[in-house]
C-alpha cells in the first residue's frame, strides 16, 4: 500500500496542497506562509506577562483556531498524498506534526504540572517557523554552496573552538576567578564571545597582560572571517561559471566569416547571413 | 498638459537645476550637496539640549533661510521641468516636499501640542539626508549588483530570521525571565544582537547551558555572514568578468604574424604592421 | 641509530597508531580523538568549582586513567617509530609529551606551592588539545592559503596595530583618564577592541569629539575587515581555477568533428566515434 | 641648487639610508623598525601612572636617547640626499620632522603650562609609528587595490551615514532622551555604534519598537558588510587574473605536436623537443 492510486479529487487536492505550479498551488503557499507567521506571531506576543493578562483570552482562541487550520491542512496532506507512510516519516511530515502536537498535548497537562514543562510546550509550538523553510525552495541554490562547502566548514570550526579553548585558558591563568574568569568554561565561552567579534562585556580582561593577550585573539578572530567568507565565495563564484561555461560550450563560430554566435537557438549568423552549425559541435574557440 | 514646450529661460534652468553635464549644473549640485549637509548639522546640533538654549534662535533663523532656499529650488523645479506631473509625483518630488513640508506645518502646531507631534516634525525634517541619495548617481552600480542579488538575499534574511526566532526561543527556554530573557520578543531581539555579532551585552546569558547554545549560535553567526559576502562578491566579479570579455570580444589576431591586438581602435598591427582586420569578425583565439 | 630496522610487530604497530589508511588506524585515531575530547572536558569541568566539591575524586581519577593512557600512547609511538630521535623532537612528539608532563609533575609540588602554579599546571594539560590540530588533515588547504597570503596578512595587521595606536592616542587626548582611557595601552586595547567591531562596552567614549572619532574608527574597521576576506578569497578562488585549468589542459578536441573532450581517459569521440589524440597535447581550443 | 651633486660619501651614505637593496641598507631598515617600536612603547608605558611615579627617569633619559637618534638620522637624511627640498616637503620628511619636534618643543614649554598641552605633546610624539607605513612597502599592492576601489568606497562611506543618519533619528523618536537616546548626535552614534555591529551596549533601545527597528538595523549592517568585502576582493581576483594573464600571453604552442609552452623561458618543446616560435608572437590558442 506504499505507491497507492490516487482518485481524481486526492490528485486535484495534492496539486493545490504540495505543488506550486498551479495558481492555487501558489496562492495556498501563500496563504499559509501568512498563518504560520501570524501563529508565531500571537505565541510571541502572549509571552509578553503584560498583554497575556489583557488579550491572553484572544490570544488563546486564536491559538485554538490556528491549530485546528494546520490540523485540517496535517491531515488533508495525509490523505492527498500518493505515499502516505513516506510523508509522516520525512522531515517535512515529523515538522507539520510537532506544529500541531504541543497544542493538543496542553489539554491533558495537570494544573499541577511543572511551570518548565508548560513553558516547553508553549515553545514547541513556535518551532512552527521550521515550516517557513520547507516552504522555501529559492534556499536550495544557498544550502548546496554550504554542503559542498561542508568539511572545509567542519575544520573552521574545529579550529575555532580550538583557539577559543586555547585563548580562553590563557585568560583564566591570567586574569583568574576573581576578575570574572571563574571557571574555564566559563573563560572559553568569553573566547567564542570575542573571537566571533560578538564581545557583549559581560567578562572583560582587566589586567593589563589579560588585554594584551585579548587584543591578539581579537586580531585573530578579526581575521579568520575570511576565512569561511573565502570557502562560501569561491564556491558560488566556480557555481557561476560552470553555469557560463555551459551556455559558452553552445556557442559557435559561423563556418563564413568566424563572428561568435553565443546564442544555442540562433539558425543564422547575424553578421552575414550564412546558416550556422549545430550547437555543440563547433565550440566557440574553433574554426570548423 | 503632460509634455510642455520649455521657454529658452525654462531650458536653461532645466540644464542647471536638473542636469550634470554643464560647469553650471555641476556647481549647483555641490552647492546643494554643501547645503543639505549644513541644514542635517543644524537639525543635530538643535537637539542638544545645552546648545539649544545658547544658541536656539540662531538655529531657528537658519533652519527657515534651509527651508526658503529648498522652497525657492523646488518651485524652480516645478517651473522649468518639461512634465510637471512627472516630477511632483515621482520619488525626488515627493522626498524634495518632504524636505520643506514639515517646517510650514509648524507653524500651525498650536502651543500646546503634544511633545511627540513637534519631535516628530523637527525629525521629519532630517530625512532631507535622503536627498543625497538622489544627487549620488554612482551608487547606481551597487544598487544594481544588490538588485541581481536581491532574491537571494531575502532568502538569506529570512533563514537569518527563523534562525534568531530558534535561538531566542531556545534561550527563553533554559535562561527564564530571571535572567533578563524577559519574553520571547526580547529573546529574539538578543538572538539577533548575537547573531548579527552586534553584542550590546544588555542581555546576556548567565547559565552555563544558556552560554553553550550562545556560543553555538555566535558560531553559527560568525560563519554565516560568509553567505551575503558571497553572493555580492560572485555577483561583482562576474560582472567585471563580462565588462571584460565584451572587450575581449573586439580584440583580433593579425592576419600575416598572429599577435593578439586588443585596442579595438588599431588600424595596423603593432608587430609586424600589416592591416588588421576589422574588430567583432575574428575573435580572439582564431585565425581567419 | 637514527634509522632503525622494524621488526614485524613494530610495523603493524606503526601502522595503526601513525597510519590513517587501514582501518585499524582510522579506528584507532577516532578513539583518541574521543579521549583527547573527553579529557579536556573533565578539565573544564573540574575548574568549576561547586563540581569540583562533588566530584572532584572522580575527575582526579578520570584525569589519572587520561594521563595513563596517554603515557601508553606516548611510549607505543616511541617505541615503534623507525626514527626515535625525529619523533620526539619533531612538534607532535614535544605535544605529545607535554598532554602528559603537567599531571606527573603535579605529584612533585608541594602543598605549599603557590597558587598560581597549581593553576598552570592544570592549565597546561588542557594543551592536549593542540593534538586534535596534528590528527586534522583536512586543515591542509585552508593552512597553505593562509601562508601564501602570508606576507600580505602581516602586512594587514601591522597597518591594524599603526590604525589601532593613532586611534587609541587620539581617544586618549580627547577623552583622557577621567572618562576611563586611563593610558596609552588601555586606549590602544579600547582601539583594537572597536576597529575589530568586537565592542565591549568596558571603555568607552563619553563626550561628542570622543564619540565623532570613534565612529570614524568604526567605519574603518568595517571597511578594512574586507581586505584579509579579499586575499584570502582571491588565494582560494585562485587555487580552484588552477585545478580546473590543469584538467582543461587534458581536454582534446576530435579530429574529425571537433567535438571537446573534457574526460582525459576517453579513447573515443562521444558525438562521433572517431578515435581520440593522445591528451596533453592538443589542447581544448586547438584543431590538430 | 634643486639637484645637486652628491660627494662619494653622501652617495655611499644615502644608499645606505634610503636605499633597500644592499645588505647594509637591509640592517640600517630593519635597526630604524626596532628602534621606532621601542620608543612607541616607552611613550605608552610612560602614560601608565604608577610606572612613570617608578621608572620616569629611565622613561625620561630613553625619550632622550631616542630623540637624539632621530634627531641624528634626519639631519643626516638632509645632509645626504640628492635633492633636499623635496625630501624636506615630501611626507617621509614632514613625518620624520614630526617624530622629533615635539620632544624639543617641551623644553620651551612652561612648568605652567595647561596639561592638555603636555598631553598633546606628548601624544604627538607617538604619531613616529606613521614611519614604519613608510618602510613598509609591501602595503602597496593592498593600497592599489583600495585607491582603484576608492570612489564605490566613498559611495559605500555616504550610504552608510544617511543609513545611520536615519536610524539614529528612528530610535531617537521611538526611544527619547529618557532612555539615553539624548540628542540627535548620541543616536547616530548609537547607529554607527549598531550598523558596524560593534555593539558597546552604553546606549541601548529597552522599548519593543525600539528593538524592532534596531534589530532592523543590524541585520541591515549584516548585510551590507557584503558590499565593501565584494569590492576589495572583486578588484584583487582581477589584479591576480590580469597578472596571470600577462603570462598567459607569452604562451605559445610547438608548431609540430600543438603543445602549449608557459615557460617564456623556453627554447624546445618539452614534448617533440622540435624547435619552439619566439614568445609573444603565437599565444596560447593558436596554431601558426
Redesign the interface.
Known amino acids: 500500500m506504499s505507491h497507492r492510486e490516487q482518485t481524481p479529487l486526492q490528485l486535484k487536492c495534492y496539486e493545490v496542497i504540495f505543488g506550486t505550479e498551479t495558481p492555487a498551488g501558489k496562492w495556498f503557499d501563500l496563504a499559509l506562509i501568512a498563518i504560520i507567521i501570524a501563529s ?1 506571531i500571537v ?3 502572549d ?3 503584560s498583554l497575556d493578562a489583557s488579550y491572553g483570552d484572544l490570544f488563546f482562541r486564536l491559538e485554538w483556531l490556528f491549530t485546528l487550520l494546520f490540523t485540517v491542512e496535517y491531515l488533508a496532506r495525509i490523505w492527498c498524498t500518493p505515499n502516505r507512510r513516506a510523508y509522516v516519516l520525512s522531515l517535512y511530515g515529523v515538522v507539520d506534526l510537532l506544529a500541531v502536537l504541543p497544542t493538543y498535548l496542553s489539554i491533558f497537562l495537570p494544573q499541577t504540572a511543572p511551570l ?1 514543562i508548560i ?2 510546550l508553549r ?1 514547541l509550538r ?2 512552527r ?2 515550516r ?2 520547507t516552504l ?1 525552495n ?2 536550495n ?2 544550502a548546496a ?2 554542503q559542498r562547502s561542508g ?3 567542519f ?6 573552538m ?1 583557539l577559543a ?2 585563548f580562553g ?1 590563557l585568560l ?2 591570567i586574569e ?2 576573581g576578575n570574572g574568569f ?5 573563560s ?2 568569553w573566547a ?3 573571537i ?7 567578562v ?1 580582561p582587566v589586567t ?1 597582560a589579560g ?2 593577550v ?2 591578539a585573539g ?2 585573530v ?3 579568520i ?16 561559471q560552470i553555469k ?1 561555461q555551459r551556455l559558452a ?1 553552445l556557442a559557435r ?1 559561423c563556418t563564413n ?4 554566435e553565443p546564442d544555442p537557438d540562433a539558425h543564422y549568423c547575424r ?1 552575414c547571413g550564412s546558416q550556422l552549425p549545430r550547437p ?9
Chains 1, 2, 3, 4 share one sequence.
Open positions: 508565531v505565541i510571541m506576543l509571552s509578553i506577562v518548565l513553558r516547553l515553545i513556535i518551532f517557523v521550521l517557513l523553510l522555501l529559492e534556499a541554490d544557498l554552496a554550504l568539511r572545509k566548514i575544520v573552521f570550526f574545529t579550529v575555532m580550538i579553548t586555547i585558558c583564566y591563568v583568574g576567578p571563574d571557571d574555564i568554561p566559563t572559553v565561552y567564542i564571545v570575542t566571533t567579534t560578538v564581545g557583549y562585556g559581560d572583560t593589563t588585554r594584551a585579548s587584543a581579537m586580531l578572530g578579526y581575521a572571517i575570511a576565512v569561511p567568507t573565502g570557502i562560501i565565495t569561491a564556491e558560488l563564484t566556480m557555481a557561476q557560463k560550450m563560430n566569416c568566424s563572428t561568435v553578421a555543440g559541435h563547433a565550440p566557440e574557440t574553433e574554426k570548423s
